[in-house]
């Protein structure tokens, strides 16, 4: 498997945001589901832009992206899913301004450590930024 560089970015502006604190691996499913509900509602009122592969796929990262900072980040872990032109942004903050994300390709199969992986596959862009009291791990998804 090849390297991805899961370097320090810049944070995409956005403004148009969802906001959810995460306490536990649960709150990751009710926050999944949620995001699903809204996604669901902006294709009702006919939003082309909002296919059901692109969103599986944000879903996905955003299910990655949170459960890596619960469980290797430091409370409190934060979620924030924003519309942009085209994108959505999936930024999620923890604690541990001073642990970057980091890919373990070496890991045995099923062991983990292949999650930002995928996300880099599925992303145009990623990357984190470190704060003085968090840091933002984020991935652009394309919505079509």
Not at 17 to 45: I, K, P
Not at 89 to 112: E, F, I, K, N
Request: hydrophobic share 40%; aromatic share 8%.
């Amino acid at each position: 498997m090849s390297s991805v560089a899961w370097g320090q970015s810049a944070l995409p502006h956005a403004h148009d945001c969802w906001q959810r604190v995460l306490g536990t691996l649960r709150d990751v499913g009710r926050a999944r589901s949620e995001v699903r509900r809204r996604l669901a509602d902006a294709a009702a009122f006919g939003d082309p832009a909002d296919h059901e592969e692109a969103a599986e796929r944000m879903v996905l990262g955003l299910d990655e992206l949170t459960s890596n900072g619960l469980r290797h980040g430091r409370q409190p872990v934060g979620l924030r899913v924003c519309t942009l032109p085209g994108h959505w942004l999936v930024d999620v903050t923890d604690a541990a301004s001073d642990m970057p994300p980091s890919p373990s390709p070496g890991r045995p199969a099923g062991q983990g450590g292949y999650g930002l992986f995928m996300i880099a596959a599925y992303a145009t862009a990623y990357g984190w930024v470190p704060e003085e009291h968090c840091k933002h791990v984020w991935a652009l998804f394309p919505r079509g």
